[in-house]
């Protein structure tokens, strides 16, 4: 494939670019005949993004020296803070790394962060994991340089994992009241609109708050498995009591425990949600029933 880059004066740094947001970010640059620079950790997953015609720099985000040689040369940088339930200091890591992006863009060329958020990044305190996006909103306050943050919804990408489960027992276990509903996007549209903001320069100096075209619940979830998989799905919630040992067995630490609990119980109780005020909304477009669909089909 042939690219034509029309725009060979900014260059577009994406980290996470083997993720399924950044992927999408990457393509969506290149279709636009911007130029991009794809940062992964691991060399072994270059050659798709060098196939697409991006160029590719390999880091870690906890290695300071590739970062610094990563943003060099970079206008534009999409930043994310990289979530695993495995972390023994999951907010510790999250400062690290956090400082390490903030050295490594005032020795670089970078003008504009464009950051990876989340709903709920508003508050300082008691969010669990949603207090990685506040760091993130608040770590280069010192730096003059714009700076752009998009706070999805929750990712419909989420439900995924469950899968199997559903095929083989036809429950969908949730952490959620199966009748609460959430707004939920798809990570392709967050992808889609973030390659927007890193190409328009009005887009600037601005928090977005990104919303799916609905509200749904766990059990609009399950139907959308059994519409899809033509069985019977159930959603069924984890007993309050099992949410320790699940996550246990799903390899989490005890500090990832802690924080996706307090996380997903702020979620519930409405404690934590959008902020609304001074901030600008935006929709997807990509409904449940299709993200299920293609993520299924494909």
Known sequence: MILEFKNLETMHIILGASGQVGSQ??????????????????????????????????????????LISAFKDGDTIFLLTPESGEDEDVLGKTET??????????????????????IGAQYA???????????????????????TYIRPAYYLSNWLPYLDTAKETGVLPTFFPVSFTISMISPMDVADFTAEVLV????????????????????DVAQAF???????????????????????????SDDGIRNFIEMTEAVITGKVGPEGINIDARRGNTTLQDYVRHAIMV
Request: proline share 2%; aromatic share 6%; hydrophobic share 45%.
């Open 226 to 252: 059994s519409d899809v998989l033509d069985l019977e799905v159930r959603a069924e919630q984890i007993p309050r009591e099992n949410w320790h040992s699940t996550l246990a067995g799903l390899k989490f």
């Open 125 to 147: 305190k008691d969010t669990g994991n949603l207090l990685m996006s506040y760091m993130l909103e608040h770590a280069f306050g010192e730096l003059d340089i714009a700076q």
């Open 97 to 118: 790394i956090l400082e390490n992006y903030k050295r490594a863009i005032e020795l670089s060329s970078i003008k504009r962060p464009v950051g990876l958020s989340s």
């Open 25 to 66: 970010i990457v393509a969506g640059l290149l279709k636009k005949g911007e130029s991009v620079k794809a940062v992964v950790r691991n060399e072994a997953k270059a050659a798709k993004l060098k196939k697409l015609g991006a160029a590719v720099a390999v880091a870690d985000n906890l290695d300071l020296d590739s």
């Open 200 to 219: 328009d320069k009005t887009k600037i100096n601005k928090v977005f708050e990104l919303y799916g075209p609905a509200e749904y619940s766990s059990i």
